[in-house]
């Protein structure tokens, strides 16, 4: 079945700090990749995306390239701010199963002034 | 500009006591999922809906019921909760290879 790997947290860095949330997949076909992030109290919103090889995805100065080659979809982000505090779920959903989405266990980032 | 919209935000439950937690989108979408957070867990798939009329079981489905009422909406059902059952619920919508639209979450406590 697909998986989704994240690195363990929680990170703990300082602002304006680079920050990488790495995240690897299993996955049959060719699945489409997310980080969504969540703040605290709420659900989980979309952040970037990408849907085939070699895409990046991109927002609010997050980005995150498709490897199919290494099965990775890091996280990446070149100065972090403390409003950036949150916990960062990498997922995948594949063309079958309803699209159903196969999440990471979470990481909790917390950036300290 | 509702989006996923869930009921109740908060519940506390008795054990053996049942309930319904209810939710509903407004974005027209074929899908609909329910999952529970749990710390250092990340998100299970309790049950989803691929479209009006269907339910299928995820990866712990055991305790609950779904009804897809409608297109809009989709409600979970605990008809005898156990202390195991404490978590907080999200409802999701979406469609094939998309991004899920969460609800802001059903903190649930079974005492």
């Known amino acids: 079945g697909n998986s989704v790997t994240q690195m363990e947290g929680p990170v703990t860095l300082s602002e304006e700090a680079f920050l990488t949330i790495n995240c690897t997949y299993t996955?049959?076909?060719?699945?489409?990749l997310f980080w969504y992030v969540q703040y605290p109290g709420e659900g989980l919103q979309l952040l970037l995306k990408?849907?085939?090889?070699?895409d990046k995805g991109s927002n609010k100065g997050f980005e995150a390239t498709y490897r199919k080659e290494t099965t990775s979809f890091h996280l990446e982000k070149g100065s972090v701010q403390v409003s950036d505090s949150a916990v960062y779920f990498c997922a995948l959903t594949d063309n079958t199963n309803a699209g159903k989405s196969t999440f990471g266990d979470g990481t909790t980032l917390t950036v300290k002034p | 500009n509702a989006g996923v919209t869930q009921t109740p935000k908060f519940q506390v439950l008795k054990t053996g006591q049942s309930m319904t937690l209810q939710c509903a989108q407004d974005m027209n979408h074929n899908s609909m999922y329910w999952y529970r957070q749990d710390p250092g867990m990340g998100l299970r798939l309790i049950y989803y809906s691929a479209s009006e009329g269907t339910t299928d079981k995820g990866e712990v489905p055991n305790g609950y019921n779904v009804s897809r009422l409608n297109k809009r909406e989709f409600s979970l059902r605990l008809e005898s909760a156990a202390p195991s059952q404490t978590s907080v619920y999200f409802c999701?919508?979406?469609?094939?290879?998309?991004?899920?639209?969460f609800g802001q979450g059903t903190r649930l406590t079974v005492v």
């Open positions: 996955a049959t076909g060719y699945p489409s």
């Open positions: 990408a849907t085939k090889a070699d």
């Open positions: 999701a919508s979406g469609e094939l290879q998309s991004v899920a639209f």
